[in-house]
């Protein structure tokens, strides 16, 4: 089942902080998050798995709470560039990689 | 290393005609990932492989479509025949082992008349 993300858009202005959240209704092994900017491929930002580890970019924070099945990712002091359509890609098997089950994306435009 | 490569990066067919998407994935990786992207649906997992067997092909819509790995350097995507609702950009994705980021190639966009 597709994880659900909000809010579905956000217009910031330079500077200002973010939060994108994404759930699922399944028990989940790990949650990746990617940026995907119009007519890219998307790029990965984050892994974070059950457990408390995490793998991704060092100016990314985010969040996973296992009990809720619910990630959080934290943008802030937003630049231009962070401009794009955040993923959330969840994963409910364990150890081998899966196939990754996409959220509809949160649309984060930055205005000067 | 040159990422994962696709092609080709556009595809005009007529509904009907045969569809053939090429991948090449990230040299060393194990595993291999089709999705298809449209705005109606968004990001959709279609097929899988690891070490070149197909793991997991129920996101695949019907039997028009099929997926094959020769090798581990190569991978096709077939629909067969394409219809206009096949219309949607399709990404490769590839990753070495289990909780990794997936790398995705630049994708085909394909548009079927």
């Known amino acids: 089942q597709q994880p659900v993300q909000s809010p579905q858009a956000v217009i910031l202005r330079e500077g200002e902080d973010a939060v994108i959240n994404c759930s699922s209704s399944k028990a989940l092994y790990s949650v990746h998050w990617y940026r995907q900017k119009h007519g890219e491929a998307p790029v990965f930002l984050m892994i974070?798995?059950?457990?408390?580890e995490q793998k991704g970019h060092e100016k990314i924070s985010a969040s996973f709470n296992e009990k809720k099945q619910q990630s959080s990712l934290y943008l802030t002091a937003s630049q231009l560039s962070y401009s794009g359509t955040y993923f959330c890609g969840t994963e409910s098997g364990g150890g081998g990689a899966d196939g990754l089950t996409f959220g509809k994306g949160t649309h984060l435009i930055i205005q000067p | 290393d040159a990422g994962v490569i696709q092609s080709p990066r556009h595809e005009v067919t007529e509904m009907g005609q045969e569809v053939t998407l090429r991948c090449k994935p990230i040299?060393?990786?194990?595993?291999l990932f089709w999705y298809r992207q449209t705005m109606m649906r968004g990001l959709e997992l279609l097929i899988y492989?690891?070490?070149?067997?197909?793991?997991?092909d129920s996101g695949m819509p019907e039997d028009r479509f099929s997926a094959k790995m020769p090798n581990a350097s190569f991978s096709t995507l077939k629909i067969q025949p394409s219809e206009p609702r096949d219309s949607a950009v399709y990404f490769c994705a590839s990753t070495a082992g289990g909780n990794n980021e997936q790398f995705f190639g630049p994708g085909t966009r394909l548009t079927v008349l």
């Open positions: 492989f690891n070490n070149n067997v197909p793991i997991d």
């Open positions: 040299s060393g990786h194990d595993y």
């Open positions: 974070l798995l059950k457990g408390g």
